[in-house]
């Protein structure tokens, strides 16, 4: 393995000052993700979601992003899995982006809840065919035998859809993730970053500089 004591990179593509900043930091990520979008970052609607149990274990994976409200941040997922059965007894979550492409980063804090059953709706009947079967066929987070298990589950999931419209399953959906905390990450050089954090206090969004 090789020394990771050398493995490093100086930032110097851009700068970031909070009088640059919107003054909601919703609308801020808009700027920054749509950027990210045009410089074609790889995923740039991937981040990173951590959930924990009520006793503080916590859990990280990707997700997509794939909505952006005024209130929060979207992502779809099955109803029984391991995040979603943490959400169900944590309400409290983080997210992380990382944009390498642009020096980039923007973790954020809030609260996760279901969105309604029109919204996954809406979102289930433009998905690809095979995502849709998928989402039938995969019981995600619980152990199976074997790849042919799971390839088994998807041939009886498409023999069960055959010329026929694919519903939304009921264990399958979207949450929101509704923000206390936002802050947005610029690498400089010599690991003097810029870090400007938008917290919600008294339902007004207060702007600070952190120190890298």
Known sequence: ?????????????????????????????????????????????????????????????????????????????????????QIDSNPYCALNFLWLELERQVRIEGIVSKISPEESDLYFNVRPEKSKLGAWSSPQSKEIPNREYLDGLMSQTEKRFDNGIVTRPENWGGYIVKPLLIEFWQGRSNRLHDRICYTLENNRWHISRLAP
């Open 1 to 85: 393995m090789e020394d990771l004591f050398d493995l490093r990179r100086n930032y110097s593509l851009k700068t970031l000052d909070i009088k640059d900043v919107t003054s909601d930091p919703v609308s801020q990520f808009e700027v920054w993700i749509n950027e990210a979008i045009s410089a074609q970052v790889a995923e740039p609607n991937a981040m990173t979601l951590s959930t924990s149990t009520p006793e503080g274990k916590v859990s990280s994976r990707v997700v997509l992003l794939k909505q952006v409200k005024e209130d929060g941040f979207v992502f779809f997922t099955n109803y029984d899995s391991k995040k979603a059965t």
